[in-house]
């Protein structure tokens, strides 16, 4: 049986959908940045500008926390005899944020006003290039990591009419991490690695409906 509760359930319902809306967002704004309406040169392989970086990193910044509570809320209603599952995705999750945060911050707060400015000759190693520079593999580490959450988050759910469903939706995800880990070797695996567009929106709108349909009192 979960460890439902009506906190854990609503929290879940929130976080999730806010997960969803943010990764969506960024979907959008990546396939602008791709077709160069946010000033850069577009395609895969360009560096953003001030005002991309903005567009694409304030919803990256933000699905970081709520991917978190939406793994919280997870273990919290997991099966007892599953807990560990969702506990590990939890602990991956909070890596995947705290390095994909920490890199999408420097970029918003430090980065994108120097570039503004013009005034970027000391700063070559914080710049954010698409498989050339120290914070790109990074990020790229921080999505392999949580893709590994949602693998193992998978087989942590509570008995849902969803939950299959969303079991093979995270499998799904999971199933992405060889592409994004490594992706600066062979930056060609960015294609298929473009799956997560699809599979990681998927995983948190099933999830939401998972939370949705557990019972509000446990």
Known sequence: MPESGGSARQVGIWAASSAAFFSIAYIVAQLFEWAGMLGSAGGPNSASTP??????????????????VTMAALYAVAPR????????????????????????????????????????????????????????????????????????????????????????????????????????????LIWPASAWAVTFPASAILLWRVFRELPAEG
């Open 51 to 68: 005002f991309g970086i903005a567009v694409l990193l304030v919803p990256s910044l933000l699905l970081g926390p709520a991917f978190v």
């Open 81 to 188: 005899e599953r807990k560990v599952f969702a506990l590990a995705g939890l602990a991956l999750a909070i890596m995947y944020a705290t390095l994909t945060g920490l890199v999408y911050f420097v970029q918003l707060t430090f980065v994108a006003p120097r570039l503004a400015a013009g005034d970027t000759q000391d700063i070559a190693l914080l710049l954010f290039v698409p498989y050339k520079s120290f914070l790109f593999a990074i990020d790229l580490f921080g999505y392999s990591l949580m893709s590994a959450a949602t693998l193992f988050a998978a087989f942590g759910l509570p008995q849902a009419r969803s939950a299959r469903a969303a079991k093979a939706a995270m499998i799904a995800n999971g199933a992405v991490l060889p592409f994004l880990a490594l992706q600066m070797l062979v930056p060609s």
